[in-house]
């Protein structure tokens, strides 16, 4: 019985100091030499080679190169697009110059169309005048003209005043450069202190706020 444990034990040593075991490998200086990795031990092992620095440059280089592409494409569209945009702008800008200016001709022409109204009808209540006075004679006749020289004035004020227009107040106001315009200088006295309009040679009008003529006025100084 001793003998068979030791004839087992011996095979257990033997089998043991069979099994591999790892060999550190020194170099010449006594520090232990680098190892290869297991896949790179690997390859080499089955006959594998690492890739060439060559072939991983033009790997780069091509990765690069559609970067590059991928971006060109991307900024050609964007161009596309702001080219388009830039022309659907020049239009609606062009189509808005049209419109305006038709705007601004037909303001003037309706403006031309009122003022020639305007004209038209002073025409008339003149010709109804001079007809009225070929009719007449004497006083009635001349009564007849002034009838109708004042019906064209007070018609052509009514239509002023529906254009916004209005006489400018002169006599008895202090001299208003703005709105007056000197032409003639008089002596004052004293129930006209200097600086007064004491007569008015041509009516002036305005527009609103805006002059369209001064009145042309006597100053007393």
């Known amino acids: 019985m001793d003998r068979e444990r030791t004839i087992n034990g011996e095979l257990a040593g033997d ?12 170099t010449s200086a006594g520090e232990p030499a680098p ?3 297991g896949a790179a031990a690997g ?6 080679t690492a890739p060439a ?26 161009a596309e697009r702001n080219w388009q945009q830039f022309l659907r702008t020049a ?32 025409v008339d209540t003149l010709e109804r005048a001079l007809q009225h006075a ?11 003209i002034l009838d109708g020289i004042r019906l064209a004035h007070r018609e052509v004020l009514e239509t002023l005043r529906g254009m916004n227009v209005r006489p400018i107040a002169a006599v008895g106001q202090p001299f208003d450069p703005r709105v007056h315009e000197a032409v003639e200088a008089v002596a004052s006295d004293a129930q006209t202190p200097a600086g007064t309009v004491v007569g008015e040679v041509q ?9 369209l003529r001064p009145a042309r006025v006597r100053v007393a100084q």
Do not use: C, I
């Open 15 to 26: 089998e043991r100091s069979s099994t591999p075991r790892d060999v550190q490998v020194t």
């Open 35 to 37: 190892q290869a990795s």
């Open 43 to 48: 390859d080499v092992a089955e006959g594998g």
């Open 53 to 78: 620095p060559e072939e991983e440059a033009v790997s780069a280089r091509d990765q690069e190169v559609a970067a590059l592409r991928e971006q060109v494409a991307r900024l050609t569209e964007e």
């Open 91 to 122: 239009a609606d800008l062009e189509n808005y110059r049209k419109h305006a200016a038709r705007q601004r001709e037909e303001a003037v022409a309706t403006t031309r169309r009122a003022l020639l109204r305007v004209v038209l009808g002073v």
């Open 134 to 144: 070929g009719e007449g004679a004497g006083e009635a006749n001349a009564a007849a």
């Open 203 to 211: 009516r002036g009008y305005m527009m609103g706020d805006e002059v």
